[in-house]
């Protein structure tokens, strides 16, 4: 073979080297199981290859992509994880008039939408009231992390040993990809149960791999191993085609053979794509607009979920934690918590709002139950599922109104109860995906992707 540092790669050479593979009885599969597959590959983005199965999965699942449309009120979607379960009673949800262990430290404040109330510690984002809709009265029987994590993140109430796909997956499979820049990605990590489930590895989020609050924050698998410029990745994708060339008439009916090529096609427009790398790049950004969101790592992973979205990403998870106060609740949440929070969101909403891309993109803010209304003896608030608060804004989605309401003590809904049913159904419909299709596990078993739901109409415009 050619020194590829001087010169372009001989076709004579590769059809050479092609032959004596295929005379020694190898397939083009065992070639890239081999050791080749590093010296061949490795500059062609390999550990990004996983990601982009979108069209095989989707095919093996019976789907197929379709433009968000027909009924889509929302082209994108951010999902904010409150990681831990926050407290509807010190949020969204106040109780003033009930008795001192229930209503707790806080006060409420009033917002700009005449009625709607909130904590006094979400200065920013009372005015911001008239952009989002607050649901009073999401109830769960999950009150255990992981199973409430599941059935918020899915819609489904978790099963042994049966992984339903998130939202996220969801969404990569069924719309089409805008862009070389992965669909679905995570920020700064995935979110507990945000995966593909059955659908396969392959439709699980891209994460970047760092804190977008770093001043050294670089993203995982988007730049060129040292020594391998573009030229060499160019050369080295032609050696590539030329193995899959003679290999390609005894794969010619295989879908894993042909996935697989696309897998390394799209790794290839990634590495390649200086629109898709910018939109990672945070230092484009001015000084005053970071500030604005908050040096941290919420405040930068929800400016960096705005960049995303205008690169043409899909879905976009956020993953905050910090809400699990079982105990001295309120000085976390009123110190460390709630102000991080308050500024980052009120931002985000303000920062969508005025580039245009509020109306196409749905914010989606949840978390895996609420907090019980009678405040334990260490001065927090434990696990309560019965009733909740989430915040919804953007496409589709009604400003300045409340849905459903909790009792006098926030312990259970008194109107409009809101089921992780109905949430999922929300979230597809806004996204133009039909909530009531089924799609097919490998074992064959076909699941509704909102079961029994049906959209919050009351929080749609």
Not at 49 to 77: H, K, M, R
Not at 120 to 125: G, N, R
Not at 191 to 205: R, T
Not at 383 to 392: A, N, T
Request: net charge neutral; aromatic share 8%.
């Amino acid at each position: 073979m050619t020194n590829e540092t001087n010169t372009e790669y001989d076709p004579n050479a590769c059809s050479e080297y092609n032959r004596l593979l295929t005379s020694a009885g190898m397939t083009r599969r065992e070639l890239l199981g081999s050791g080749l597959r590093v010296g061949l590959l490795s500059a062609m983005g390999l550990g990004l290859t996983d990601l982009f199965a979108l069209s095989g999965a989707a095919n093996a699942a019976g789907q197929t992509p379709v433009v968000a449309g027909a009924g889509a009120t929302a082209q994108s979607c951010v999902l904010i994880w409150l990681g831990g379960g926050p407290s509807h009673l010190d949020t969204f949800d106040l109780k003033p008039d009930a008795p001192r262990e229930i209503r707790g430290n806080f006060k409420p404040i009033e917002t700009n939408v005449k009625g709607i109330r909130i904590s006094e510690h979400l200065p920013m984002l009372a005015k911001q009231a008239d952009k989002y809709t607050l649901i009073r009265s999401v109830t769960s029987p999950e009150a255990a992390h992981e199973r409430g994590a599941h059935y918020m993140m899915t819609g489904f109430e978790p099963l042994p040993g049966f992984a339903v796909p998130s939202y996220g997956s969801v969404a990569s499979q069924q719309l089409t990809r805008r862009g070389a820049i992965p669909p679905y990605i995570a920020v700064p990590s995935p979110v507990m149960y945000g995966g593909a489930g059955f659908l396969g590895a392959a439709l699980d989020p891209f994460s970047p791999g760092g804190d977008p609050n770093d001043g050294g924050f670089k993203v995982r698998d988007l730049e060129l191993p040292g020594g391998v410029t573009k030229e060499r990745m160019d050369r080295r994708r032609n050696l590539r085609d030329a193995v899959d060339s003679a290999f390609s008439r005894f794969e010619k009916g295989s879908d894993r053979a042909r996935t697989v090529n696309s897998f390394y096609d799209q790794a290839y427009k990634l590495l390649a794509s200086e629109d898709a790398r910018a939109a990672f790049d945070l230092s484009k950004e001015k000084n005053e607009l970071r500030d604005a969101y908050g040096r941290n790592t919420l405040g930068q992973s929800l400016l960096l979920s705005r960049r995303l979205i205008e690169g043409g990403v899909r879905f976009v998870s956020v993953n905050t934690g910090g809400w699990d106060t079982h105990g001295n609740g309120f000085n976390a949440l009123q110190h460390s918590t709630l102000p991080p929070f308050d500024r980052a969101l009120a931002t985000f909403l303000s920062d969508l709002e005025t580039r245009g891309m509020l109306k196409s993109t749905l914010v989606f803010v949840v978390g895996e139950f609420g907090r019980t209304p009678i405040i334990n003896r260490d001065g927090g608030r434990d696990h309560h599922s019965r009733c909740f608060s989430v915040l919804m804004a953007g496409g589709g989605i009604k400003g300045g109104t409340v849905v459903g309401a909790s009792d006098s003590k926030g312990f259970e809904p008194a109107e409009r109860p809101v089921k992780p049913e109905d949430l999922s159904a929300t979230v597809y419909s806004c996204l133009g995906i039909d909530y009531t299709q089924s799609i097919s596990s490998p074992e064959g078993v076909r699941v509704t992707l909102s079961r029994g739901g049906r959209p919050v109409e009351q929080a749609l415009a």
